[in-house]
């Protein structure tokens, strides 16, 4: 049957939650960029809005200035919600390794309680007696 309809594909391993971390903030650190670029053209709008007089020309700027205002408080939100998903996944990761620490833990306890039990096994209470007395 495989000659009729061929193989599945392979499937690729599912990213792990610090790759996940990574990409998010990559991306939180390009609309930061973004962000920059945005107040550096703000500054030029207000440099230029304070040279002109009231008119047309002014409110023209005016426009360009708020446009961009708008931009970058959309960037802002953005990179908080970015912020805070990177936020929520560092916290699922050291969850699961305070668990996967938690069980590690349990089984060293294990083993050491088996140790004990084998090691008090070994004790002749009986012979403790008698070397006391």
Known sequence: MNRFFGKAKPKAPP???TDCIGTVDS???SIDKKIARLDAELVKYKDQMKKMREGPAKNTVKQKALRVLKQKRMYEQQRDNL???SFNMEQ??????ALKDT???????KL????????????KI????????
């Open 112 to 123: 050491g309680v088996k140790e004990m039990k084998k090691a008090y096994k070994q004790v």
């Open 15 to 17: 990213p792990s939650l």
């Open 126 to 133: 009986d012979q403790i007696e008698v070397s006391l007395l």
């Open 103 to 109: 069980k590690t833990t349990v089984d060293a306890m």
């Open 83 to 85: 912020a805070q998903q």
């Open 92 to 97: 699922a990761n050291y969850t699961i390794q």
């Open 27 to 29: 991306r939180a650190e």
